[in-house]
């Protein structure tokens, strides 16, 4: 930086601010010639966190019969073997009678309860969305693209509410569910896509009690703890059980729990999970029996084998691996953008993600700035449904899949941009 005067970027004076941008867009224009190709898109786990589970290859040694008897090679079992619905009850906190072991993909086990609450009915009696002219789902924001995906499939409205530091704004929760039409809420919990932020105890009771204060009586809270186990330090975040919340608040057929191994294990071949209610399970189960014969056994039992007594020790190898990372985005950020009141972000103690604030109307550009040289990143307005951010400021950083070097290249090309584009912003407003 040109200047030490602590002062923000919109104090600057003009001819101070004008010489400094030129030289950001001077190191910009260099940047052309680098021939990069970074990808910080989608939080996938990287090659080192991958490799951690290859342990998965083999360790049956021929022996493919559960603890019940079970060949775990044939058809059947709809709900799992056992005890992957004790590895599920392990990771997610809920009893393993309230737990279905599925496939690889929480997705699709999603899919699975918004048809079956669509137009098949998650509790064996006549309260099916579709009965409704208009279903809506709350939407915290920023939040999840593919839980918006998912809705938009099944021609559901998204309805945003904000985030704040300890979940949902209950008072937005609270009067959006008003509305008969609002049918349930989408939840990130734990290290929350992409803020990082986890549900305090008073939301997490809130929410477990949002099914008995809204109009509709076939409202469900949609949980997905995708990073239930995902801490980055070893003290991380607590995080309330919804299932005994909703036990106490008598809402346990209107709360339904997601969770997987797909960033604890191989992303594409690993164990999702789901928790409900025995109301619940057994609609579910009813309709899942119409289109599988049961999920891949043999890859649970693999799991189980591979996971026993070691998921924490297992969760601390991937810790190892992608704190550095993690601490690397807060460095630059820091250094970079510190004191410029142009940028705000999170420091998140696990998950996958880290939540960028540019100044208001910027993230497109910075966004494109950035393809422009090389550094793909998720497209602006993501996190919002229909991709649209209404002050196009949030931009999703994933830093897990790329090496430390790879990281360090991008979060600089990143700040140069931020910086660049805010200059040119400040500037034009004078």
């Known amino acids: 930086m040109t200047t030490a005067n602590n002062q923000t970027m919109t104090q600057w004076s003009t001819e101070e601010l004008s010489a400094q941008l030129s030289h950001w867009q001077g190191q910009y224009g260099d940047l052309n010639g680098g021939n ?150 989408w939840c990130v919990p734990k290290y929350s896509n992409p803020t990082g932020c986890t549900y305090s105890d008073d939301v997490v009771s809130q929410l477990a009690a949002l099914p008995r204060d809204a109009a509709a009586d076939d409202f469900v809270v949609l949980w997905d703890n995708a990073y239930a186990v995902h801490d980055l330090y070893e003290q991380g975040d607590t995080l309330t059980s919804i299932f005994e919340a909703a036990a106490a608040a008598g809402t346990v057929d209107h709360v339904v729990q997601f969770a997987s191994t797909s960033k604890i294990t191989h992303a594409g071949a690993g164990v999702a999970f789901l928790a409900a209610s025995a109301k619940v399970l057994d609609a579910l189960d009813k309709h899942l029996g119409v289109f599988s014969i049961g999920p891949d056994k043999v890859n649970q039992l693999r799991h189980v084998k591979f996971l026993n007594g070691r998921l924490s020790a297992h969760m601390a190898d991937h810790a190892a691996i992608i704190r550095p990372k993690f601490e690397l985005v807060e460095e630059i950020f820091s250094r970079e953008l510190n004191g410029l009141g142009i940028a705000t972000w999170t420091k998140p ?14 993230a497109s550009k910075v966004i494109a700035m950035a393809k422009a040289v090389g550094l793909t990143l998720t497209p602006a307005g ?17 830093p897990t899949f790329g090496s430390l070097d790879e990281i360090h290249a991008a979060m600089d090309i990143l700040t140069l941009c931020i910086k660049t584009a805010s200059a040119e912003q400040v500037l034009g407003a004078r």
Not at 75 to 96: F, K, S
Not at 349 to 362: E, I, Q, R
């Open 382 to 398: 993501a996190t919002f449904p229909k991709g649209d951010d209404p002050d196009d400021k949030n931009i999703r950083i994933a």
């Open 36 to 185: 990069l190709k970074l990808d910080l898109s989608r939080g996938k786990p990287g090659v080192e966190q991958v490799s951690l589970s290859n342990g998965l290859d083999g360790i049956l040694q021929g022996n493919y019969i559960a603890e019940d008897g079970t060949d775990t090679r044939n058809y059947g079992g709809t709900r799992g073997i056992a005890e992957a619905r004790a590895l599920g009850a392990e990771i997610m906190g809920v009893p393993e009678a309230n737990i279905m072991a599925a496939g690889n993909s929480s997705l699709s086990v999603m899919h699975l309860t918004l048809r079956t609450a669509m137009d098949l009915g998650l509790w064996g009696d006549g309260r099916l969305w579709s009965n409704a002219e208009t279903v809506k789902l709350l939407a915290p924001v920023p939040g999840y693209d593919r839980h918006f995906t998912l809705s938009n499939h099944f021609g559901i409205e998204l309805v945003p509410i904000p985030v704040t530091d300890s979940g949902p704004d209950m008072d937005a929760a609270r009067a959006a569910v008003a509305d008969s039409a609002v049918k349930g809420i």
């Open 349 to 362: 103690k696990g998950g996958y993600f880290v939540s960028l604030d540019v100044l208001p109307g910027l």
